[in-house]
Structure formats: C-alpha cells, structure tokens
C-alpha cells in the first residue's frame, strides 16, 4: 500500500495572499488488488475558515508494451481511443495489431462535477476542519460493474489484506535483536510475497518489478531455492509451472527444444506478435538442469513422494535434454548457442551480450559452456539419483551417480585455472577456458562439484579485494580486462549471486566467508530504501561513511533479492532437513557479530512444527527449542 500525504503550497494572486500553505491537506491512498488500481483521496481543510476547493486528476493510458518502455522502435501501432461511459466512468481503449482489444475502464465516486475522457474535476465546500472523499478505481478490462465504487474499494482492502496474511503465514519467521536486521527480514518477506502470484499450479513469484513483472523459470528456481526452508509451497508452485510448460517440439524461433525448462512467458502484444520471442521462450542454459535440481531439494525438504512421482516424467524429459541437445557435440559439457538472431546471445543468468568473454578482452565464440552451468548438472544428476532409488529404479540411480562422477573429473580437468585460484568463466567453442575470474566460479561450490581444497582457494579469491568491494562479491574481478563497477554483470554486485556463493561456502564448512557475506549485504541493506535490497547495485569499494551506489534501472523488488535474506541465514547456520523432511538440522551453526539473538518461529517439518533459539556467545552457537508440536527431531552437529 502507497500512503502519500500532501497540502497546498502558498497560493498568490497580484491582488495578495488567496491561500497561505498546508491549511487544505490531501491524503492519497493505493494499492493494487486482482487487476485493478485502487485509490482514496481524503481532502481535509485545517483552516479557521471555510473554502471552496477543486481537485482535479488527469488520466490518459498509452498501453505502450514493456519493451517499447525498454526502447525497442515500432514500425507500427494499434489506435488508442477514449470514451466517457457515464457521469461517474470512462474506458481508455487500444485495439492492437494483435487483434486484442485492451481496456482500461476507471470509475469515481462520488461523481465528478466534470468529467471528459481525460479529466475527472471534483468540488467540495469545506467548512473549518471538515474533510471530503473521493475514490478511484483503474481496472484492467471491462469488468462487471460492482457495488459502488467505494464499497469496492474497502471490501478489496479487507480482502487483499487477508490474503496477504494467509500466504505470508505458511512461512517461518525470522526475529532478532537487532531491530534494523528485523527491518530487512520483514522487508524481504513482504515483497516476496508481494510477487507472488497464484497460478493453477500454486504460488510463483514473478521475477521482479518493474521490467521483469512475469514468470522466469531461472529466477522462480533460485528464489524457491532460497525459501525451501520458510515455505516449500513455493518451490511446489515453481516446480508444477515450470513443468507445465516444459517445451516439448523443437521451435528454433523460441529456442525451444523437447525437455527444455522455460526462461520466460510475456503476453504483451509485441511477444503476441512476434515482434520479440518472449511469449514462451527457452533461451536459458541453466533453468533445466536447476529445474532438475530443485526437484531433489524439495524431497529431501519435505520428503513428498507424490509430487516428485507426479514430476518424474519432466524430470526425465529434461535430463534427456541435458544429455542431447543439451550436449550437442557429446563432450559431457551443457553449452548453448542461440538459434534465433532476436534471441539472447548469453544465455546463463549473466545474459548481458559483453557477459562472457577471454582475458584479453575478446568476445567468444560459441558453443559455449559456462563453469557453474556444469555445477548445477552435476546437482541435478546427484538429485536426481536420490530421487530415481526412492521411486524404486536403482539402475537408473547407480546410473545418474555414475554420470554425476564422470562430470564431476571431466570439469576439474578442464575449468580449474591454477595461476588464478579459480574455475574458468566458460569454455568457448573451440574448448578453450576463458580465463577470468568471476562470481561464476563461487556457484561451483553450490553443489558440491568442486574439489575441497579447491573450493577453499575459490572462496580466498572471491572474498580478495580485486573480487569483493566490502559490500558483496563482485561479478567480475577489478584485475579484469572488462571489468566496469556500474556495468549490469561485469564488475556489479547481485544480492542473490553472493547468496548462491554463501551457500556453496557453507557447503564446505567456510563460515567466515559466509559472515563477511552476510555482513557486507546486510550493510548495504541498510542504506536501501525501505531496507530493501534490488536486483544490483554498482560494484565501487566500501569507504567510510559511505553508501552504496545504486544501479538505476535495477528492479526494487526483485524475486531472488527479496529471498537472499533467508539464503543468508540458513548458509550462517547451515540449516538443512534430513530423513525426508522429518528432522531438522544444524552443522555448526554460526551468527554474524550484529545478531546476538535469531530467533525462528514456524518451522515446519514434516510430522511436526519447532520454535528455535539460536544465541551468540562470542563464535559459539548455542540452539535451544522454545516451542515443539509433533515428533520433531532437531539435531546439532558441532
């Protein structure tokens, strides 16, 4: 909900003072629930005397489509017309060349002493302290007339607001003794399940506003990801999308191949049109095989058999496009090479077109396979045999671990660059190893595929200063050859990029580079608007009473910015559910010198819910059960 509070400058005519400032007050109210624009205005006058005011609200509506808004040129539009409906309602209408008439229709009340198909103009005599109301609403369509404008808009609030709470109150949650921590996490929390959107398939969080307001599968995969121990009701809702639309024919226009997990669905009238590809495109690397993955994590989470049975044809259609088209030239390696020209040239979750490139500065030849793309499929195939053993297929099983291995050596051999302590960023197609070093290399460490002693000199080098500005890992190391702090992937710091690389530190018992993680983000959140931390912000070094430097189109909230909070935590006390989803577990568990107390509500398992206490005692961790309904084992490794 948007709460503005406004009043009247200084009114001044020749002859004198008409009206001295911030006697009439103005209140403005909005929000926004199923597909329509809510909005109260409260006009109150604080004067001794009475007044006459006229409140006047434009409207108009160029239903220019999102990637017009991004700065792509059309040869051609469709017509945009405006109509008065009736005294208190006017629809702004466009027929697209798509055929598609798109309506927005707005309604006010009480009904404007004034209205055209462009201005709406109140008048209200307003006695000393008295106070008037106007409502508005913006719908998208026609719509069934309701009951009144203003009983719309309160039965809506009531009705938004319980919704909220019912989908936010499946989640764990989070409380400290830090209140500007409890800031972050309430935040955090908030704008998740403000982009959730209900599916038929269950929740799915749109990746972020405003340019990425629809599904991504890789963006809905790692912000699942990050939530599975709070709610594994979103990870469900992913998953069961994700398979619905799981490509199933061959479309070199969409990138589309059988078994391909999707990257994105638009519906806007240029992706209709074909103008771009994204009305259902394919043009991701990495979604398949974390599709893949998060099938496994989800069981092991909550050990529910009948979803992963339900998911198990998908799961074997995408491990079938892992190893063929996938794979072309039958190297062992997942790489990509773009089959649409309009489609995206890079096409890992760094898709900028200067993303990936050789130490000296040249672009690369494609096909390309991308270091942490090789780490989520061996994931994927790790999971995916636990996952083939408990649905009885031990061949299948002894199969997907045999290959897991085989790729496992495969990629040491090839990515790992000793004079940089670090795996390469990709191989071109030739086979050659870009050799600099990224944040690419941290998400190996995710799971599990790097080799201990390896994974330790990754972390070293990611958390030096040519890799970390104080506030978070960088993309891109400064010692590279494009290396630029305020570019969108090299150079740029992600919230859920240094998320990826906390957890795969905790992975392999680095938590005092999980703490310098978690401390530099949670930093920089305390800067954010509404301790809101966005898709990115730039990549300058940390420096005494300073901010970070914000990157300006960055989306604020986004998915997996929102969720990295949760991947945080968890990373610090390297929390996990074992025995499907009945016991819940901490290996040793560490807090960050700003959190003495976190306390976890609602934390659910599958035969039961626990309250959990953890307390800072210098570098120990102590854990204590507040609360336990069910059979709830909690185990503590030290």
Sequence with gaps: MLTVDLA??????????????????????????????????????????????????????????????????????????????????????????????????????????????????????????????????????????????????????????????????????????????????????????????????????????PWFSTPFGRDGIITALFTLWIDPAIAKGVLRFLAATQATETDPERDAEPGKILHEMRDGEMARLREVPFARYYGSVDATPLFVLLVGEYFQRTG?????????PNVEAALRWIDSCGDPDGDGFVEYQRKNANGLINQGWKDSHDAVFHADGRSVDGPIALCEVQAYVYGAKRHAASVAAALDRPVQAAMLSQQAETLREQFE????????????????????????????????????????????????????????????????????????????????????????????????????GVLRIFRGLFEAAGHMDLRRLPELFCGFAWRRLTAPTLYPVACAPQAWASATAFALVQASLSLSFDHGGEEIRFDRPVLPDFLDQLHLRGLQAKNGVADIVLQRYGSEVSVNITRRHGNVPIVILR
């Design 304 to 312: 529910d058999l009948d979803t992963v049975r339900e998911l198990w």
């Design 8 to 209: 009247n400058p200084d009114l001044m005519l020749r002859e004198g003072v008409l009206l001295r400032g911030e006697l009439i007050h103005v209140n403005r109210l909005k929000f926004i629930w199923e597909n329509t624009c809510y909005e109260r205005l409260l006009v109150h006058n604080f004067d001794t005397r009475a007044h006459s005011i006229t409140l006047g609200i434009g409207f108009g509506a160029d239903f220019a489509d999102v990637f017009e808004i991004r700065g792509q040129n059309r040869a051609r539009r469709g017509r945009v017309t405006a109509e008065r409906l009736s005294e208190a309602s006017v629809a702004l209408r466009y027929l697209g060349l798509d055929g598609v008439e798109r309506v927005t229709r707005l309604e006010f009340e009480p009904k404007p002493a004034q209205l055209d198909a462009e201005t709406a103009l109140f008048e209200f005599s307003l006695a000393p302290g008295e106070g008037a109301r106007s409502i508005l609403s913006v719908a998208c369509g026609e719509g069934e007339r309701g009951h009144g404008t203003g009983r719309q808009f309160y039965s809506a609030l009531r009705t938004a607001r319980r919704a909220l709470r019912n989908s936010s109150g499946r989640a764990a949650s989070l409380d400290s003794s830090n209140s500007l921590f409890n800031e972050f996490a309430r935040r955090s929390v908030a704008d998740l399940y403000m982009l959730l959107t209900d599916t038929p398939f269950g929740p799915y969080p749109f990746a972020g506003i």
């Design 413 to 512: 051999a090839a990515f790992w660059c000793d004079e940089l302590s670090a795996y390469a960023l990709a191989l071109d197609g030739a086979k050659k190893p870009c050799r600099v070093v990224t944040s690419n290399a941290g998400h190996a460490l995710l799971t599990g595929i790097a080799e201990p002693e390896r994974a330790t000199r990754v972390a070293d080098t990611l958390l030096g200063t040519s890799c970390f500005s104080g506030w978070g890992v960088r993309t891109l190391a400064r010692s590279a050859r494009r290396y630029n702090p305020i570019s969108y992937h090299n150079g740029s710091v992600w919230p859920h990029d240094n998320a990826i690389v906390a957890l795969g530190m905790a992975r392999y018992g680095l938590k005092s």
